[in-house]
């Protein structure tokens, strides 16, 4: 069986640690794999994962020297230690964020990106994701559960609330109480609509995490979100008129935005399964090590 040791650094959101532990989760009958996260692992469902912090330096260095010989996975900026880790074993870096505009990067291993995307590559290996559903999505679907016990709210990424101007003074009421806009990486998730900047890689991300948490998404047409959610699986909202803006809004938190997320976790389950991410994993492993 494949081994691998995975290294998360502090500065990953959240909602993509949660991302990566799930992914963890789907290659459990496949592999080996053992996740070491700067910064903490609450967020992190897997039962392989430590805290780098908790560990003593001595114990740190243990891991750099001898730990993972044959392969380890880096999600994000590397560490200063990362050289280290060359020195012994093959190295695999993943990326999700807009890095070409910095012409000095330089990949710390081989090349990877977490989205279905085949433009503006240069040699990057495709990973499929997986995204877990919660147990009380489908219970939002529910409209009576879900006005009785649930306040709906409107969430926002900081890159959807500077592309978005209305959503910070959206002044709109349901069922006699104002909507709260949050504007928040660490969502405490309840039910309502997610608005995202559909251009930028890592919030279509956030997009299909939110709709596996069962909310409705909301945000421009974009590939990245049709290829993630489906055409039919978010609202899509116009740049231009906040108007427009405020009825898509309004339309994504009624019945309608439930049937609607839906639709987009039914998408998901099917295009970015478990089996289809693991393989994705297996696929690029395989290549390195040989």
């Excluded at 691998?4 to 989760?25: D, T, V």
């Excluded at 012409?103 to 495709?126: A, H, M, V, Y």
């Excluded at 995204?131 to 306040?151: D, M």
Aim: charged content about 20%.
């Amino acid at each position: 069986m494949l081994s691998c040791i995975w290294y998360i650094p502090h500065n990953i959101p959240a909602w993509e640690r949660a991302l990566i532990g799930n992914m963890a989760a789907a290659l459990k009958s496949r592999a080996e794999i053992i996740i070491y996260a700067a910064g903490g692992v609450n967020d992190i469902k897997f039962n392989n994962a430590f805290s780098w912090q908790a560990l003593t330096s001595l114990e740190r260095l243990k891991h750099i020297l001898f730990s993972g010989k044959r392969l380890w996975h880096l999600w994000g900026d590397a560490p200063s230690w990362w050289p280290l880790i060359k020195l012994h074993a093959r190295t695999v870096q993943t990326l999700n964020f807009n890095f070409n505009n910095n012409k000095n990067f330089k990949w710390q291993g081989c090349p990877s990106r977490l989205f279905p995307d085949t433009k503006n590559l240069n040699g990057e290996f495709i990973l499929i994701p997986s995204f877990e559903e919660a147990k009380a999505a489908n219970n939002i679907i529910n409209h009576a559960a879900a006005s009785q016990s649930i306040n709906p709210a409107v969430y926002a990424s900081p890159e959807s609330m500077s592309k978005f101007k209305i959503l910070s003074n959206l002044n709109i009421k349901l069922d006699g109480k104002f909507i709260e806009v949050i504007n928040n990486n660490n969502f405490n998730l309840k039910s309502g609509v997610f608005v995202a900047d559909s251009f930028n890689i890592s919030d279509a991300l956030k997009a299909a995490a939110m709709s596996m948490q069962g909310l409705a998404v909301a945000a421009a047409q974009s590939d990245y979100l049709d290829k993630l959610l489906g055409r039919d699986g978010y609202f899509v909202l116009d740049c231009n008129d906040e108007d427009a803006q405020r009825e898509v809004i309004l339309k994504a938190l009624s019945e309608q935005g439930r049937r609607m997320a839906a639709a987009a976790r039914h998408f998901i389950k099917e295009n970015y399964s478990a089996d289809k991410c693991a393989d994705s994993f297996i696929e690029l492993y395989k290549n390195i090590l040989k």
